[in-house]
């Protein structure tokens, strides 16, 4: 009987090991709480370079795993439930309204009109989609309801020329409703499948031809991916004089935060220094909040997140130049300036409790419109998908289309001769400066996980000293990065 009662035990002791996410995952959602390694190590009691193994493959046992665990059942439920709120958010921004019809035209201030997103105007206001005067507002924002009386509706012209800049006039191109073609399944798969074979194999003929029509190929990919979108978007829309360009060859009065920023002193000795590079910088920016309609003037000390656009501002003084770069680049004038969107949030976000590293920016005047974070990411992650295919199968055709395809799209939506479906300097100058405010947090997060950040340069190169691939995962995706160089100075 003793041994039975043994074996009872043991059977009333055991259980199964509590499953664990992704190895992947698990680093991911960290990060995205914006939590580091040593204070998660140190709310569960082991070392940082413990959570660094088991966020590279290797998984805890016994008690740790069971805490583990709990913590990442419970960031998977904090980032699901925040996640939740930005999509209702971003849902009020821009709504599109199906209800047909005006409302009474004696309707007093913002009444009732049967939708709880849809209400009467006292007095007509300019159409997010437009321009022109609309009598309701959608999600708090003025918009046609009837798709006739808005200018958004108008059917878009083959090759749309630039129009005049005008204190009026509005050309609306809607992205996403010129294409209404029946689902394509690949269309980056099959373009480069046909260059090949109309170049008989050549891998060098084939990538130069596919290289050349990298334009007309990611816009038609663009109104792919927003087909049968929520947002219409105006795709020429009226520009305040601060997006135009001062001169044929000059530029305009946004500044971009670009970053040139070097280290300028290092500790006595001698000091083995990697440069990095980050992979698809440009990639990883079309996820940023744009603007959907025309841009609107405003003025005040005032930052409205349901918006985006171009904002003067006087930024804060920065303390920390020893051993972080600037979050506004690397700038010698003082006084006022106007930056995007990606720089303010930038700004706001690590002048808050949480970072507390400058004081905030003071905002003078504003141009924005009703905005969305999503609005480019299934073009985004079609993109992404392609490339990852080609790294796989080391496809270097595709991974050079793929790549000009986004950098073009980038490059060539402000005043250009080369893309005249979509004239948006002010998503042009979004998307850069997204891609400096995410080389400035590499750079943060290096810092913050004990590495000597020694340079930031561009969108993609970021130089440290210490042990990276404890912080960085090595490799070709959007995700990783991968050695650029490694060089000492200092002498031991």
């Given at each position: 009987?003793?041994?039975?009662?043994?074996?009872?035990?043991?059977?009333?002791?055991?259980?199964?090991?509590?499953?664990?996410?992704?190895?992947?995952?698990?680093?991911?959602?960290?990060?995205?709480?914006?939590?580091?390694?040593?204070?998660?190590?140190?709310?569960?009691?082991?070392?940082?370079?413990?959570?660094?193994?088991?966020?590279?493959?290797?998984?805890?046992?016994?008690?740790?795993?069971?805490?583990?665990?709990?913590?990442?059942?419970?960031?998977?439920?904090?980032?699901?439930?925040?996640?939740?709120?930005?999509?209702?958010?971003?849902?009020?921004?821009?709504?599109?309204?199906?209800?047909?019809?005006?409302?009474?035209?004696?309707?007093?201030?913002?009444?009732?009109?049967?939708?709880?997103?849809?209400?009467?105007?006292?007095?007509?206001?300019?159409?997010?989609?437009?321009?022109?005067?609309?009598?309701?507002?959608?999600?708090?924002?003025?918009?046609?309801?009837?798709?006739?009386?808005?200018?958004?509706?108008?059917?878009?012209?083959?090759?749309?020329?630039?129009?005049?800049?005008?204190?009026?006039?509005?050309?609306?191109?809607?992205?996403?409703?010129?294409?209404?073609?029946?689902?394509?399944?690949?269309?980056?798969?099959?373009?480069?499948?046909?260059?090949?074979?109309?170049?008989?194999?050549?891998?060098?003929?084939?990538?130069?031809?596919?290289?050349?029509?990298?334009?007309?190929?990611?816009?038609?990919?663009?109104?792919?991916?927003?087909?049968?979108?929520?947002?219409?978007?105006?795709?020429?829309?009226?520009?305040?004089?601060?997006?135009?360009?001062?001169?044929?060859?000059?530029?305009?009065?946004?500044?971009?935060?670009?970053?040139?920023?070097?280290?300028?002193?290092?500790?006595?000795?001698?000091?083995?220094?990697?440069?990095?590079?980050?992979?698809?910088?440009?990639?990883?920016?079309?996820?940023?909040h744009l603007p959907l309609g025309q841009l609107e003037h405003s003025t005040g000390?005032?930052?409205?997140?349901?918006?985006?656009?171009?904002?003067?501002?006087?930024?804060?003084?920065?303390?920390?130049?020893?051993?972080?770069?600037?979050?506004?680049?690397?700038?010698?004038?003082?006084?006022?300036?106007?930056?995007?969107?990606?720089?303010?949030?930038?700004?706001?976000?690590?002048?808050?409790?949480?970072?507390?590293?400058?004081?905030?920016?003071?905002?003078?005047?504003?141009?924005?419109?009703?905005?969305?974070?999503?609005?480019?990411?299934?073009?985004?992650?079609?993109?992404?998908?392609?490339?990852?295919?080609?790294?796989?199968?080391?496809?270097?055709?595709?991974?050079?289309?793929?790549?000009?395809?986004?950098?073009?799209?980038?490059?060539?939506?402000?005043?250009?001769?080369?893309?005249?479906?979509l004239y948006r300097p002010d998503w042009m100058h979004l998307i850069r400066s997204?891609?400096?405010?995410?080389?400035?947090?590499?750079?943060?997060?290096?810092?913050?996980?004990?590495?000597?950040?020694?340079?930031?340069?561009?969108?993609?190169?970021?130089?440290?000293?210490?042990?990276?691939?404890?912080?960085?995962?090595?490799?070709?995706?959007?995700?990783?990065?991968?050695?650029?160089?490694?060089?000492?100075?200092?002498?031991?």
């Amino acid at each position: 009987m003793t041994d039975f009662g043994a074996i009872d035990a043991l059977l009333a002791g055991a259980k199964k090991e509590v499953p664990l996410p992704s190895a992947e995952e698990r680093r991911t959602m960290r990060e995205e709480l914006n939590l580091s390694r040593a204070q998660l190590a140190q709310a569960l009691g082991v070392s940082p370079s413990t959570v660094g193994g088991w966020e590279s493959g290797r998984d805890p046992s016994g008690e740790v795993r069971e805490k583990y665990a709990y913590f990442l059942e419970g960031a998977r439920g904090k980032l699901a439930a925040e996640a939740a709120e930005e999509t209702s958010a971003e849902d009020s921004a821009s709504s599109e309204s199906d209800s047909q019809g005006d409302a009474p035209a004696d309707a007093g201030q913002a009444e009732d009109s049967g939708d709880d997103d849809v209400a009467v105007l006292a007095a007509p206001q300019p159409c997010v989609l437009c321009g022109e005067p609309a009598r309701h507002q959608v999600a708090g924002f003025p918009q046609h309801l009837d798709p006739a009386e808005c200018g958004s509706a108008e059917a878009a012209q083959p090759e749309p020329e630039p129009q005049p800049q005008s204190e009026r006039g509005v050309p609306v191109v809607p992205v996403g409703r010129r294409l209404q073609t029946a689902d394509t399944p690949d269309l980056i798969g099959t373009a480069v499948a046909s260059a090949l074979a109309e170049h008989s194999g050549d891998l060098e003929s084939a990538t130069e031809a596919l290289v050349k029509r990298a334009i007309p190929d990611a816009m038609a990919l663009l109104d792919h991916s927003r087909m049968g979108g929520r947002y219409d978007v105006v795709a020429h829309p009226w520009m305040p004089d601060v997006l135009r360009k001062q001169s044929s060859r000059g530029a305009d009065q946004i500044w971009e935060a670009r970053p040139k920023w070097s280290r300028s002193e290092l500790p006595a000795g001698k000091h083995e220094i990697t440069a990095l590079d980050v992979n698809g910088a440009y990639l990883s920016a079309l996820k940023t909040h744009l603007p959907l309609g025309q841009l609107e003037h405003s003025t005040g000390n005032h930052h409205d997140r349901r918006r985006a656009g171009i904002h003067l501002i006087t930024p804060p003084d920065w303390e920390h130049d020893a051993y972080l770069p600037n979050p506004i680049g690397s700038r010698d004038e003082p006084g006022p300036l106007w930056v995007t969107e990606s720089t303010l949030r930038l700004l706001l976000r690590i002048s808050g409790p949480k970072y507390g590293l400058c004081d905030p920016p003071e905002i003078h005047e504003s141009w924005t419109s009703g905005a969305t974070e999503g609005l480019l990411e299934k073009f985004r992650i079609a993109l992404k998908d392609a490339r990852d295919r080609a790294i796989a199968d080391n496809d270097d055709v595709t991974l050079e289309y793929v790549k000009a395809m986004y950098s073009k799209f980038v490059s060539t939506m402000g005043e250009s001769n080369y893309n005249r479906e979509l004239y948006r300097p002010d998503w042009m100058h979004l998307i850069r400066s997204q891609a400096f405010a995410n080389l400035w947090w590499k750079a943060h997060r290096a810092y913050d996980e004990g590495l000597m950040v020694v340079r930031a340069m561009g969108t993609d190169e970021l130089h440290v000293v210490g042990d990276w691939r404890a912080v960085f995962a090595e490799g070709r995706g959007v995700t990783e990065v991968k050695v650029k160089d490694v060089y000492t100075v200092g002498t031991g």
